[in-house]
């Protein structure tokens, strides 16, 4: 842990001295305490680490580092001294005895309370869940903002995020599209990235934006922003559906695969209308082009007349369950009623009494 409570209650932050100061401490032995546990800490101070406490005996404490490697508390100090360069009133591993919780950075802002996460190691799924939720259950806000060392990208406009890390996703009141933020504090930079849609379990397309540390602010990192749908991006992603056939395919892409081999159904020559972005794609858990195919040659084609509620009906097993996997994510736009509006803007679909009518 980078910081310490002395017998008088001042917290002492290692990594914000000198070497020099870090190892006066260390020689004449001051006592240290952790702010949760009390129990007595020691210093490490060496030439290739940043100075920190670490507990002196191995007990179970809420604030013992778990995996936090070097790289992670540069990050850490780097976002505590951009936050209150800014004004912030910014706390640094703040714990919250409600929930049991320590947060990297703790800002109160008015009435509002944020907790922001740096997260550069692996974590999982079930943890990312407990601990957003634990934030939320006492009215805080969570913000994740992952380490560089975790971008993988995907062309010029996209990122490859596992199942895992589309977890980190959020999406604020004015937000259109959900955003993840990277921070790499060896090059000092931030890279926001605002998804549009997913092409695949994994690859995503939307809108890369690098800030330099000095040039961001944190009302900026957040603040909403629109895209373009149609960027080159896409435009390769959905040739390389049509024109590419993967080796393996497993669970729903082999399933999808299948139903348009036994439909005599070929990718490449698929009608214009599939593959189109759509905002809220990520509430829907197969590729866009897989749910587009579905409702257009399936649903579509096999139904004279429909209702609202058949085609939710229909559509229902190929959508997320927001609420339970996404709670930093709002539904906001529905991809397959902006979808469905483009059939009835281009009088493909006739809209009466309540009633869709396909116009063949």
Same mark, same amino acid.
């Given at each position: 842990?980078?910081?310490?409570?002395?017998?008088?209650?001042?917290?002492?932050?290692?990594?914000?001295?000198?070497?020099?100061?870090?190892?006066?401490?260390?020689?004449?032995?001051?006592?240290?305490?952790?702010?949760?546990?009390?129990?007595?800490?020691?210093?490490?101070?060496?030439?290739?680490?940043?100075?920190?406490?670490?507990?002196?005996?191995?007990?179970?404490?809420?604030?013992?580092?778990?995996?936090?490697?070097?790289?992670?508390?540069?990050?850490?100090?780097?976002?505590?001294?951009?936050?209150?360069?800014?004004?912030?009133?910014?706390?640094?591993?703040?714990?919250?005895?409600?929930?049991?919780?320590?947060?990297?950075?703790?800002?109160?802002?008015?009435?509002?309370?944020?907790?922001?996460?740096?997260?550069?190691?692996?974590?999982?799924?079930?943890?990312?869940?407990?601990?957003?939720?634990?934030?939320?259950?006492?009215?805080?806000?969570?913000?994740?903002?992952?380490?560089?060392?975790?971008?993988?990208?995907?062309?010029?406009?996209?990122?490859?995020?596992?199942?895992?890390?589309?977890?980190?996703?959020?999406?604020?009141?004015?937000?259109?599209?959900?955003?993840?933020?990277?921070?790499?504090?060896?090059?000092?930079?931030?890279?926001?990235?605002?998804?549009?849609?997913?092409?695949?379990?994994?690859?995503?397309?939307?809108?890369?934006?690098?800030?330099?540390?000095?040039?961001?602010?944190?009302?900026?990192?957040?603040?909403?922003?629109?895209?373009?749908?149609?960027?080159?991006?896409?435009?390769?992603?959905?040739?390389?559906?049509?024109?590419?056939?993967?080796?393996?395919?497993?669970?729903?892409? +082999?399933?999808?695969?299948?139903?348009?081999?036994?439909?005599?159904?070929?990718?490449?020559?698929?009608?214009?209308?599939?593959?189109?972005?759509?905002?809220?794609?990520?509430?829907?858990?197969?590729?866009?082009?897989?749910?587009?195919?579905?409702?257009?040659?399936?649903?579509?084609?096999?139904?004279?007349?429909?209702?609202?509620?058949?085609?939710?009906?229909?559509?229902?097993?190929?959508?997320?369950?927001?609420?339970?996997?996404?709670?930093?994510?709002? +539904?906001?736009?529905?991809?397959?009623?902006?979808?469905?509006?483009?059939?009835?803007?281009?009088?493909?679909?006739?809209?009466?009494?309540?009633?869709?009518?396909?116009?063949?």
């Amino acid at each position: 842990m980078l910081q310490a409570m002395t017998k008088t209650g001042k917290y002492v932050t290692l990594a914000l001295l000198s070497r020099d100061e870090a190892q006066w401490y260390q020689k004449r032995k001051t006592p240290f305490y952790c702010p949760v546990c009390k129990g007595r800490l020691i210093i490490k101070v060496g030439s290739e680490i940043i100075p920190h406490f670490a507990h002196k005996s191995l007990i179970s404490c809420p604030n013992q580092a778990n995996g936090e490697g070097a790289y992670h508390e540069r990050g850490k100090l780097s976002l505590f001294a951009w936050l209150k360069n800014q004004g912030y009133d910014v706390q640094m591993e703040y714990y919250l005895p409600s929930i049991k919780q320590r947060s990297d950075l703790f800002i109160s802002l008015n009435s509002k309370k944020i907790a922001i996460e740096y997260q550069c190691a692996t974590i999982s799924m079930k943890e990312i869940l407990s601990r957003t939720k634990g934030y939320q259950s006492i009215n805080i806000i969570p913000i994740w903002i992952l380490g560089g060392n975790r971008m993988k990208r995907l062309g010029k406009q996209g990122l490859y995020l596992t199942q895992t890390e589309q977890q980190f996703l959020h999406q604020f009141r004015k937000d259109q599209q959900p955003k993840v933020i990277f921070y790499c504090p060896d090059t000092n930079q931030f890279a926001r990235y605002d998804m549009m849609c997913l092409s695949g379990q994994s690859r995503t397309v939307g809108q890369l934006q690098f800030l330099h540390l000095k040039n961001a602010t944190f009302a900026r990192l957040i603040q909403p922003r629109n895209i373009n749908a149609f960027s080159t991006q896409w435009l390769l992603e959905k040739k390389r559906f049509r024109l590419y056939l993967p080796k393996r395919v497993y669970g729903q892409e +082999r399933q999808f695969r299948e139903w348009l081999y036994l439909n005599q159904l070929i990718p490449y020559l698929l009608s214009g209308w599939i593959g189109l972005p759509v905002p809220g794609q990520w509430t829907m858990n197969v590729p866009i082009w897989t749910w587009q195919t579905y409702l257009c040659y399936d649903f579509f084609n096999r139904q004279g007349h429909f209702t609202m509620k058949q085609l939710q009906s229909y559509i229902q097993p190929f959508r997320k369950n927001i609420t339970s996997q996404f709670p930093m994510l709002k +539904r906001g736009t529905d991809p397959v009623l902006t979808y469905l509006k483009y059939f009835v803007l281009l009088d493909k679909i006739d809209f009466l009494n309540f009633k869709f009518k396909l116009v063949t």
